[in-house]
């Protein structure tokens, strides 16, 4: 059980505390309400640029990390469709810079043309490194739009081509700053050795006179149900050909969410899930395969992919697949294969939560659903999931004509 105090200061920052005596450390989160779901179709790519942006110094502080390291912190960041969250690990004694430098961040970047034109480069550099000079990187970028028409999640967070990237004006990331970057519009969470007051006196004093801002609103178009199956061949020079195969799926907080997580753990949970054993052990088709649930808060994707084994015909694995697919609707799961899938992920959960670091991710992650309390939740609503519930979860979203499919096929003459 992960206890926490909750508090909101007049600003509108969600505040969550737990406090944890063992460790001699505290984490602290800040988590953004933005991602790349909240850009100009024509200007994608801002919300993970400023997420390098944030690093960039300020007028107050110009160097983030030199203050941070002398106070014998850690820090990262990250971005994806929905959210930025900017995590600190300092010494308990020293939490006090953690507050000063992320209120200080939270007021006002450096707008000047010297950083933007820093961190567009190393963006550049990512984008280039991660998607296009690596084998199958390219790979979710053609997926993406296969499967989304209309809604957002239809561009990856590193935005959608370089030149959304390079074209950035100061004036537009200003904008998107002082829309989103607000004290109403994040949650602070704070997990280690620290108390609730003790937390409440520092938020107080270092984030309680940033003033509350106008936040952008947020009126996503809707995504049109999927009719028709979806396909796209491309060749590339790789080793071998790949698979990758996308199905629509319900929201976060809907309950189905569990049941098709649960699903990919009967799929593919490590080297005894169905699609190793028939796939790769079996018939050999497959060199390495795997299924995840893309978690979005608005409906995301069920996704399967896998690397054929060389000399395999792409188009027969697909069809292998949609057998063992067909297998998960007929068919309700052995009892002890349920229960396996529900003690590892009872066993990851509980591991996850030793961590001072995930606990503090969490409970600002759970407080932007609407309930902090699924951090101790969780684990409860995945067991529910019943084998009825799975053949039935299957059979709404794991349709033929909900299914986007790229074969992603190697151009290589020794394939």
Known sequence: MVKYNRFCLENGLRVLVHEDRSSPLVAM???YDVGSRDE???ATGLAHLFEHLMFGGTKNIPEFDKYLQLAGGENNAFTNSDITSYYITLPAQNIE???WLESDRMNAIDFSRKNLDTQKKVVVEEYRQRYL?????????????????????????????????????????REFFFSHYAPDNAVLSLAGNITSEHARKLTQKWFGSIEKRKIAKRNLPVEPVQKKAETLAVERNVATSALYKAWHMCSRNSADFYTLDLITDLLAGGESGR???RLIRGKKIFSE??????????????IIHGKLMKGADIYRADEAINKVILNLMEKSPALSEMEK???????????????ILNKALNLSYFELLGNPELINEETGLYRKTDRQSVIEAARKYLTATNCSTLYYKSARKDK
């Open 29 to 31: 989160n800040v988590l």
């Open 40 to 42: 100009d179709p024509e």
């Open 97 to 99: 810079t953690g507050f």
């Open 133 to 173: 000079n690596q084998p199958y990187g390219d790979a979710m970028l053609l997926l993406r739009p296969l499967a989304y028409k209309v809604h957002p999640y239809r561009w990856p967070t590193i935005g959608i081509d370089i030149p959304h990237i390079m074209n950035a004006s100061i004036e537009r990331i």
């Open 275 to 277: 699609l190793a054993n």
């Open 289 to 302: 395969i795997n299924a995840y649930l893309t978690s979005d808060i608005d409906p995301g994707l069920v």
């Open 341 to 355: 899938v529900k003690n590892k992920f009872e066993a990851a959960s509980i591991h996850g939560n030793t961590s």
